[in-house]
């Protein structure tokens, strides 16, 4: 059977050669289809429509390979922490993403799948095949960004098939993928966190990652102060802690005021969001503009370059 894997995977694998900045310490899988995904979400270069190779993901090559030449590097590694596969949408794509997610599970590793919307009786097979979370490509914080990056059904059946996915799997192991950047104001991002975190969800932070052979090629890359800011806020929910207080809107954009609160995390808010060990190194960004730190020296090793752009949104 046909799967893809991020390049970096297949390196921590020791299948290819490749000069990595980070390491990954979770494997990421992305289904195989010769054709693309069948929805057309502007910012993808898996969607059929898009022009772009479907070699990538993001910024990342993702060569195909066989899954059964993979799963036996798989089993017993200790530095693979955890594994993710990612579906696409085609010809009998469920029944396949079930088998794939049976044969990785029996590696033993913890494993997340991140998959459109399907009906919770699929959600229960996922699980008996051994998923142990799940991630939701939401990627739009409001229905009207929703409809203009054409993604696939409705923003309400996403929404009903996060509390389908929080009643399967828990409170707290379903991933909300929000990609920060498509055209909401900052308030608004700000609001769609809060909510999914109101639900039970998790957040995993994507900055937005304009790609050749996507409609949205030419659109600009966000603000990274603004994306520091989200960092800092999607941190203190995660951790369930109040952001009201420490919170100032002006204009959309949002500001924090100083609080030791957040100030002594920064180094953490920075991470990689998402399930645990996933680091989806340079996944969004080069390594000259980092939006996600994959791990902690890189964060050390930038810590003033981050206060810098910070320091344009902290209000006294
Ligand atoms: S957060 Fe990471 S490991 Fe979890 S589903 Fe998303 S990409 Fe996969």
Redesign the pocket.
């Given at each position: 059977m046909l799967i893809r894997v991020s390049q970096g995977s297949l390196a921590m694998l020791g299948l290819t050669k490749l000069k990595m900045d980070a390491e990954p310490s979770?494997i990421?899988f992305l289904q195989y289809s010769p054709g693309g995904c069948k929805a057309s979400c502007a910012f993808c270069t898996q969607a059929r429509v898009n022009i772009g190779s479907k070699d990538f993901l993001s910024r990342i090559i993702w060569p195909r390979v066989r899954l059964e030449d993979i799963l036996g590097r798989l089993k017993g590694n200790t530095r693979v922490k955890?594994v993710?596969?990612?579906a696409v949408i085609k010809d009998d794509f469920i029944d396949e993403a079930i088998e794939i997610s049976r044969r990785l599970s029996s590696t033993g590793i913890p494993l997340?799948?991140?998959i459109t919307p399907v009906n919770r009786e699929v959600l229960y097979s996922l699980y008996e095949a051994g998923v142990e979370?799940?991630?939701i490509g939401l990627d739009a914080a409001t229905p009207k960004i929703f409809r203009n990056v054409n993604k696939p059904y409705t923003w309400e059946k996403y929404l009903d098939f996060i509390r389908d996915g929080l009643a399967v799997f828990g409170e707290k192991k379903v991933?909300i993928?929000l990609i920060y950047g498509l055209g909401e104001s900052e308030e608004e991002f700000l609001r769609a966190m809060k909510m999914l975190y109101k639900m039970g969800a998790d957040v995993?932070l994507f900055s937005f990652t304009p790609i050749r052979g996507t409609p949205l090629a030419n659109a600009p890359q966000p603000s990274i102060s603004g994306y520091r800011v989200m960092q800092v806020l999607r941190f203190m929910l995660s951790t369930g802690q109040e952001i009201d207080t420490i919170v100032k809107l002006c204009g959309g954009k949002v500001y924090l005021k100083r609080d030791p609160r957040w100030l002594r995390n920064i180094h953490k808010a920075v991470l990689?969001?998402?399930?645990p060990?996933?680091n989806?190194p340079f996944y969004n960004e080069s390594p000259r503009m980092i939006y996600n730190y994959p791990n902690m020296d890189l964060v050390k090793k930038n810590m003033d370059k981050i206060l810098r752009e910070l320091s344009a949104r902290v209000v006294d």
């Open positions: 979770t990421y955890r993710c596969f990612q997340s799948i991140a979370r799940l991630g991933h993928h995993s990689t969001s998402g399930c060990w996933c989806r």
